[in-house]
């Protein structure tokens, strides 16, 4: 058996291969209330469909203030619960295991109120300035998040991400380009990740479930982390007790990045070598040999698809047809897939 196609557990949870539907913004709740719509359950349920080991949902809200749009889904509310947890029921039955990936927004939440982040800094000259965050704003979304996590528990979700990458909130603590407080958030390194320690642990009161976290492995400005700097947050992280790191980049401020395959592989194979914690790949990952290839060298553990898996919901198929793997197909489905 490939190991793409081989099962793989984190924390009691098995993962039925190591395809993973990265989460993808669908800005699609038209009522602007957060909910599931029609549209999410077709698109979530036909990748489950399609055979992905995990289904992670896009960056959901943990509060109103946290969203990149209003058209984002949210889970700040125990309304959000009910939708979720049908949805998740429909995903469970093709055999997928299921993530949500809390976040919020901080300065770029493009919303017509009030927006918050660690320093009043704009993202860009066309970008709202946001209000600076005082220590009862942080302590109030400390709580938010660990508020998600349990509604998460109740709407049946296997797995937590913690969405610290791209120039969101946790990120913006993170890096010393957004981070310019004078407090015990900001400054050193160690009080930079203040912020993220103590949401793991408050998440961690609630949730025992595999939990991993999404970072930014790589700023594209010398003015930001450096890559010891990422390794230093990843040693925390491991004592903290996240079983894996989602190695993304980029989003702290403009940048012009050069994309091509596996273009953020290296950093993500260094922080699973050098921190010794599980890590998943993600960017430009198209075809079944490359992610073989990522897995087999023991570059990472999870391979995580984006717009491949928007062009074709049944990806994971394509590729065990690569491999010559043999991928065992919804019943109503065997007639055309052997």
């Excluded at 959000?80 to 998740?88: D, F, P, T, Y």
Aim: glycine content about 8%; hydrophobic content about 35%.
């Amino acid at each position: 058996m490939t190991k793409l196609f081989s099962p793989i557990e984190f924390n009691r949870v098995e993962l039925k291969n190591r395809i993973v539907m990265s989460p993808m913004c669908m800005y699609s709740c038209v009522e602007q209330d957060g909910k599931i719509t029609p549209f999410h359950e077709t698109h979530y349920i036909s990748r489950a469909v399609g055979q992905a080991g995990l289904i992670m949902t896009e960056a959901t809200a943990v509060v109103p203030e946290g969203r990149i749009s209003h058209e984002d889904v949210g889970i700040w509310d125990d309304e959000h619960i009910e939708g979720l947890k049908r949805l998740n029921e429909q995903l469970h039955r093709y055999g997928a295991k299921t993530g949500i990936q809390l976040a919020h927004a901080g300065r770029k939440a493009r919303l017509d109120s009030e927006i918050f982040a660690p320093s009043p800094l704009a993202f860009g000259e066309s970008s709202k300035t946001p209000v600076e965050m005082t220590k009862a704003d942080i302590s109030n979304t400390i709580k938010a998040f660990k508020d998600g996590a349990e509604r998460a528990q109740k709407a049946g979700f296997d797995i937590i991400e913690l969405h610290g990458a791209h120039g969101y909130l946790i990120n913006q603590f993170l890096s010393p380009m957004t981070n310019k407080r004078h407090d015990e958030y900001g400054g050193s390194r160690k009080n930079r990740y203040r912020f993220m320690s103590q949401l793991i642990e408050a998440v961690k009161t609630v949730w025992e479930g595999p939990l991993f976290a999404r970072i930014s492995t790589n700023e594209y400005d010398p003015n930001g982390n450096t890559l010891d700097d990422i390794l230093y947050f990843a040693g925390q992280m491991k004592q903290q007790g996240i079983d894996l790191i989602d190695c993304s980049s980029g989003g702290v401020v403009p940048a012009a990045v050069k994309r091509y395959p596996g273009y953020q592989l290296k950093r993500c194979e260094t922080i699973k070598q050098e921190a010794s914690l599980p890590t998943g790949a993600v960017g430009l990952i198209t075809t079944g040999i490359q992610a073989e290839e990522i897995l087999q060298n023991d570059r990472a553990d999870l391979v995580l698809i984006g717009r491949a898996l928007l062009r074709n919901p049944y990806w994971a198929k394509a590729v065990a047809d690569e491999l010559n793997e043999t991928l065992p197909a919804p019943h109503q489905y065997e007639r055309g897939w052997q």
